[in-house]
């Protein structure tokens, strides 16, 4: 059941890259119809769905699969995701200043442009759990915080604060599940989940639609949506439990395509370099059709194409030389062998 990633001595379960590239499929197609979301009652129903699992979704298997449970790597984080962040970081500030001649409202505002959150935020969430890993109810606690934070009125984008603290439960679960014999996801690896899984998301679908896509984004405090402070509350942890049920739900499947593990491999340069396709370019072509359904359909071809060629060898190559370059810019000469160390 398990491949290997390379030609090295590391062993992956393709099950897990499978799920992955299912994911990021929808994550692309969610992006491409989210221009179209606010005059199409339709597609909003099928963006917040999305909305309400893939991200927590992905976090989850990033916990799942962390290697220091209890320590801190500086060297890795630093090499893998502190040079990655920069390097799409200045990618996207650059097409900002070549069509608009101006830096993002992102970078202004001190946050990390559109769809990098993700990566900033990984950064801290590694940072971070081997602190709350040492606590007794590590989960709990950061379901606590997420919610305590909520409660202050200030702005969710500035520095990635709330989605760093609100998406970091799912992070910790994964984490915990991968060591937990009842919550592993191999248990739902099997025919009989992957019907139960099926009917779990379909019943999502259609009684979901309670949370309201500004909660489900992660980035707004509880002042800041349009509900009492206590249905506020309520509804941040009705979604920690309905997006935990639809993450195992979602993973029994989608672990058995098997076809897709490759592009499961790449996920990293397929969300960092979609956006930029899709801002750029196919969100003002989606403004020329002008039934729902027809941009479904477009966005399901073009996310479908995005994917596989994102997922390319070329595309590799041209990102880890990109971000090779950064890295010799930022890292000091003495520690280019520690950057190749990490990069094994």
């Known amino acids: 059941m398990l491949n290997r990633a390379s030609a090295g001595s590391v062993m992956r379960d393709y099950r897990l890259d499978s799920i992955k590239a299912s994911l990021i499929f929808l994550v692309v197609f969610g992006h491409i119809i989210e221009a179209a979301v606010p005059g199409s009652p339709m597609l909003s129903r099928i963006y917040d769905f999305l909305y309400l699992f893939h991200m927590p979704a992905f976090i989850f298997l990033n916990g799942y ?5 209890f320590t801190v790597n500086y060297q890795t984080i630093f090499y893998k995701l502190i040079i990655p962040f920069v390097a799409l ?5 650059l097409a900002e200043l070549i069509i608009y001649r101006d830096l993002s409202s992102y970078i202004k505002n001190g946050a990390p442009n559109w769809i990098l959150w993700y990566l900033y935020s990984l950064i801290f969430w590694k940072l971070l759990t081997p602190l709350f890993m040492r606590l007794r109810f590590a989960l709990g606690i950061s379901i606590a ?5 909520s409660f202050v009125d200030f702005d969710g984008y500035a520095f990635g604060i709330m989605r760093t603290l609100v ?3 799912f992070y910790i679960a994964g984490v915990q599940a991968a060591s937990s014999n009842r919550l592993r996801l191999e248990n739902v690896f099997n025919p009989k989940a992957a019907c139960v899984g099926a009917v779990i998301l379909l019943l999502s679908y259609l009684f979901g639609d309670q949370f309201g896509t500004a909660l489900l984004y992660g980035s707004s405090t509880f002042p800041a949506l349009d509900e009492g402070l206590r249905e506020a509350v309520v509804m941040r942890l009705g979604h920690y439990l309905l997006a935990g049920i639809c993450i195992y739900a979602f993973c029994a499947l989608t672990w058995w395509w098997r076809g897709l593990a490759k592009i499961g491999t790449r996920t990293l340069f397929i969300y960092a370099l979609h956006g930029l396709v899709v801002k750029y370019l196919l969100w003002d072509a989606l403004q020329k059709l002008n039934a729902p359904w027809q941009v479904a359909v477009a966005a399901l071809a073009a996310a479908t194409g995005l994917t596989w060629l994102l997922s390319r060898d070329g595309v590799k190559r041209l990102m880890d030389g990109w971000i090779a370059l950064v890295g010799l810019v930022l890292a000091p000469r003495e520690n280019r062998r520690s950057q190749e160390q990490a990069k094994g």
């Open 65 to 69: 699969v962390v290697k220091e449970r």
């Open 145 to 149: 915080v997420s919610v305590a934070v």
């Open 89 to 93: 970081s200045l990618l996207y500030e």
């Open 167 to 169: 998406f970091f439960p």
